[in-house]
């Protein structure tokens, strides 16, 4: 399974930004796809997931402001980060799971995910 990014780049705060994922190979069945991000000096954290349903679940601090949804006209998994903070600033990385099996960022942890995107950058600016 390849996973790559694309998308990201800087704004000012309230601007909108949206980040794409293409997960390809073995991933037609069932699956799990989620967004992390990391800023410097700071822990990855998990943001989203989608899953092959299009069931998603977000973390309490982005939730009403992203949007994560497939695009099939694309064949790709997008997160449409509206609102933005400078809070939101970090590397963005898309991961993906082949199990679908309960697909919720409050559980998911990343050694989960065994397939990773090279991740993009998303900078907010006061």
């Known amino acids: 399974v390849k996973v790559v990014e694309s998308g990201g780049g800087s704004v000012q705060a309230g601007g909108s930004l949206r980040l794409s994922c293409a997960a390809s190979?073995?991933?037609?069945?069932?699956?799990?796809i989620a967004w992390f991000r990391q800023a410097p000096g700071k822990e990855r954290e998990g943001v989203a997931t989608?899953?092959?349903?299009?069931?998603?679940t977000y973390v309490d601090s982005v939730k009403g402001r992203f949007t994560f949804a497939k695009d099939s006209a694309n064949n790709t998994l997008n997160l449409q980060m509206n609102s933005l903070k400078p809070d939101d600033t970090a590397m963005y990385y898309c991961?993906?799971?082949?199990?679908?099996?309960?697909?919720?960022?409050?559980?998911?942890?990343?050694?989960?995910?065994?397939?990773w995107g090279q991740g993009t950058q998303v900078t907010v600016s006061s």
């Open positions: 989608i899953d092959s349903d299009g069931y998603t």
């Open positions: 190979g073995h991933i037609n069945s069932g699956y799990c």
């Open positions: 991961a993906a799971d082949v199990m679908r099996f309960q697909c919720n960022i409050a559980t998911r942890i990343e050694a989960d995910f065994a397939y």
